[in-house]
């Protein structure tokens, strides 16, 4: 007997529901404004290889919350990672030059030790992020810093929100949620 040949929609699909399995089961991840911080430093470098994001239902969701999820996916570990609301003046690391996010809040997701960038050809992973024009609250997402081993995205948002932080394996993903409703 031969199956169908698995097209890149299906797994997409099959992603999406191991996700919204995992965070199913984990969902006593508590919601939060403040700082999140997971420091990896002794850990060799990870490449960022996309960045995606969707939004999820209050009825989709165990805990009757919805939320705009983005995904960060990694060849190898997720690195260590710095989550912040920054104020309204968004810099490029680089060239010091201020970079425009669309939104009214800003949250800086920093990697670190991370490239978004191939070794051989300093080609960048990620040229345009995955963002569909029907998020709840999501307007915009930018890459502001792929210097010396860090990589940060600003992700422009309504407000400041609260959001959670998740990880999950196979492929390495770091998972942030941002609450529909507060």
Do not use: K, N
């Amino acid at each position: 007997m031969t199956s169908a040949p698995v097209t890149a929609d299906d797994s997409v699909t099959a992603l999406e529901a191991s996700e919204r399995a995992l965070t199913d089961a984990s969902d006593s991840t508590e919601w939060t404004l403040d700082d999140t911080h997971m420091d990896r430093l002794r850990q060799r470098g990870s490449t960022l290889l996309s960045l995606r994001a969707a939004a999820h239902d209050a009825s989709e969701s165990a805990s009757s919350i919805g939320y705009d999820r983005v995904v960060f996916t990694f060849d190898d570990l997720v690195p260590g990672y710095r989550i912040a609301y920054v104020g309204t003046s968004v810099y490029h690391c680089g060239s010091g030059e201020p970079v425009s996010v669309a939104g009214d809040g800003w949250l800086e997701v920093e990697f670190f030790p991370a490239a978004a960038h191939t070794d051989e050809t300093y080609e960048p992973t990620i040229t345009e992020p995955w963002l569909p024009d029907t998020l709840p609250l999501l307007r915009d997402a930018s890459m502001t810093c792929d210097f010396e081993g860090y990589v940060t995205w600003v992700l422009g948002l309504d407000a400041a929100i609260p959001y959670r932080v998740l990880e999950l394996t196979d492929p390495a993903r770091l998972v942030l949620d941002v609450q529909h409703e507060c």
